[in-house]
């Protein structure tokens, strides 16, 4: 059974910094795809960061140039530095792996950024 444990979320002042990660185990098939989604209370989960397997990246227009994510092929993780957070950043953040060789889409129990003074 594939699982995705995060670490890293917590509260954080405007203008903090914090760096989430996110460990997949449990296949023995390659990860294609990684990558961040967050949904803030009331509204609708959103893509926040996603990579590949070849590192191409992709952000949320709300995030570039504030947020990186990277990854490790070879250890399954993949993580993301938040910098200069905004209290609109404030959200549950889920990590997400897609295996393409299984057309699967594996999620992690989410974790709780709280950007306020």
């Known amino acids: 059974q594939v699982q995705l444990v995060e670490t890293g979320g917590g509260l954080v002042q405007p203008g903090g910094s914090l760096r989430l990660s996110c460990a997949a185990s449990?296949?023995?098939?390659?990860?294609?795809?990684m990558g961040w989604y967050r949904q803030a209370p009331g509204k609708q989960r959103e893509l926040v960061a996603v990579i590949t397997s070849g590192g191409s990246t992709n952000y949320a227009d709300s995030v570039k140039g504030r947020f990186t994510i990277s990854r490790d092929n070879a250890k399954n993780t993949v993580a993301l530095q938040m910098n200069a957070l905004k209290p609109e950043d404030t959200a549950v953040y889920y990590c997400?792996?897609?295996?393409?060789?299984?057309?699967?889409?594996?999620w992690g129990q989410g974790t709780q950024v709280t950007v306020s003074s």
């Open positions: 449990g296949s023995i098939f390659s990860i294609h795809t």
């Open positions: 997400y792996a897609y295996y393409i060789a299984t057309l699967k889409t594996y």
